[in-house]
């Protein structure tokens, strides 16, 4: 079956940096989206960024944009969330999330249109 496994999360100050792991299994990531969201306590889930992991399109959510960037590398079945300049708000703990396109990454993302879900990773920024 489809499993999604985060890594990469921990206790980072402000203005550092972190970088996520999504490894797949269960299925290759020759036509499908990942996403990456996150969640903080009382606050509603928050598409962060997604990409196709056949063409390469991505989206970003404004609240990080130029700030974190995300990739996939295929031959791992891996996806990553590089995160830079992060803040305090940035605080949350982060899934990834996969599932076939339809209809196209943005809304996907916005929506949170994904039927696979990890466990999650938890990210602290704070001094």
């Known amino acids: 079956q489809v499993q999604l496994v985060e890594s990469g999360g921990g206790l980072v100050q402000p203005g550092g940096s972190l970088r996520l792991s999504c490894a797949a299994s269960?299925?290759?990531?020759?036509?499908?989206?990942i996403g990456w969201f996150r969640q903080a306590p009382g606050k509603e889930r928050e598409g962060v960024s997604c990409?196709?992991?056949?063409?390469?399109?991505?989206y970003y959510a404004d609240s990080v944009k130029g700030r974190f960037t995300i990739s996939r590398d295929n031959a791992k079945n891996t996806v990553y969330l590089q995160m830079n300049s992060l803040k305090a708000e940035d605080t949350a703990v982060y899934y990834c999330?996969?599932?076939?396109?339809?209809?196209?990454?943005?809304?996907?993302?916005?929506?949170?249109?994904?039927?696979?879900w990890g466990q999650g990773t938890q990210v602290t920024v704070s001094s």
């Open positions: 999330a996969g599932d076939s396109i339809f209809p196209n990454v943005q809304a996907m993302c916005v929506n949170a249109l994904f039927g696979s």
């Open positions: 269960g299925f290759t990531l020759d036509d499908y989206a």
């Open positions: 990409i196709s992991t056949s063409d390469g399109s991505t």
